[in-house]
Every structure is written in structure tokens, then in C-alpha cells.
């Protein structure tokens, strides 16, 4: 019953106990959603871009908006080459409509690329290459993110590529939906 205080575009998150979960599995855990705001009706009520496969008891949600800043890269090609002695030649965070194309990144212990905790994020001719083998050794990792959408290649030690949610700083909940690699 509070104002919202949203506009057309932002981005925010839901976290609460789930009553229902759409994949059928794991009932009343405790998960989030990131949306975005596709219209405002009135002050206390807002369309979204897309639906959320969950239901939620609304007294146990919590509701934030996102303080991700945007990104686009404004040079043709980006290429990060990064010791095998770090943990992440490139790293996208809290980040949100992010384009990400004809970016490479080569090296790094954990993920030669990794998105964490961003929603929105496209990116057309992405290479990725991790061949350290002391840690996970991941070409792409994201984690707690939704709406991502990366065509390329991905080579690690381990894998190419790995999606994982989690708890995130401050206890939020991770999310993770709508990941496509091709």
C-alpha cells in the first residue's frame, strides 16, 4: 500500500517466501525476481515486462529498487587479457541493460568472463577462454542474474559455461532465469 516511487524502465527486485514455485519444486523457500517496470498504472501499482512463474505470500515479500547502473562498450572491440594469477580478467556486477558485444576476455583462476547480479545483460560475438586449472576454470560464469542473453564461444578447464544463485551481500536472494548461451 506504499508509493512505489517507480518509472517506466527501472528495474527492481522481489524476495519473500515462495508459496508456489513454477518449476514445481521446492515449495515455500525463500528466492527473488528482478523485473522491470513496463508501465505505471498509479502509485501503488505497476505493469511489468515479464511474469514472474512464482507466487509469493505479500506480507513475507520484500521489494527494492535496483541500484545496477547501465553499461555499453563504445569501442568496436574490446579484449581483456588477464594473468591466470586473478580471479576474473573481466567482471560485470550490479550492472543492468548491459551490452556486452564483441567482447573477449582470456585468462583468470575463477571465470575468464563473469556477470554477477545483473539483469538485462546482451552481448553478440563474445569469446571467453579460462585454461588455468587451480581453481573452478569456468569460460563464462553468472550468477544471480536474469535476463541474460551472450552468443559466442566459451572454453575453461572446467567448463565453459556455469549459472549459480545464491545468497547474495546484505542476505538478499540470487536469482537466476532466462540464461541463454549459443
Not at 574490446?78 to 585468462?107: C, E, K, Q
Request: contains cysteine.
Amino acid at each position: 500500500d506504499e508509493p512505489h516511487g517507480l518509472s517506466v524502465g527501472d528495474t527492481f527486485n522481489i524476495a519473500g517466501i515462495v508459496e508456489w514455485a513454477g518449476n514445481g519444486w521446492r515449495y515455500y523457500y525463500t528466492k527473488g525476481e528482478m523485473f522491470r517496470v513496463a508501465a505505471v498504472l498509479n502509485a501503488t501499482t505497476i505493469e511489468t515486462e515479464g511474469a514472474c512463474r512464482d507466487t509469493y505470500a505479500a506480507a513475507d515479500v520484500e521489494v527494492w529498487k535496483r541500484s545496477g547502473d547501465s553499461f555499453t562498450m563504445g569501442a568496436g572491440k574490446l579484449t581483456v587479457i588477464g594473468p591466470d594469477g586473478i580471479g576474473y580478467p573481466i567482471l560485470f556486477r550490479n550492472l543492468d541493460r548491459v551490452s556486452i558485444d564483441n567482447v573477449r576476455a582470456d585468462g583468470g583462476q575463477v571465470a575468464a568472463l563473469s556477470i554477477e547480479d545483473c539483469f538485462g545483460v546482451s552481448g553478440k560475438n563474445v569469446v571467453a577462454r579460462q585454461i588455468d586449472d587451480t581453481f573452478d576454470g569456468y569460460g563464462i560464469a553468472i550468477g544471480n542474474s536474469q535476463d541474460v542473453r551472450i552468443w559466442g564461444s566459451a572454453y575453461g578447464h572446467f567448463n565453459g559455461f556455469v549459472v549459480g544463485g545464491g545468497p547474495t551481500a546484505g542476505g538478499k536472494v540470487g536469482m537466476n532465469r532466462d540464461i541463454h548461451f549459443d
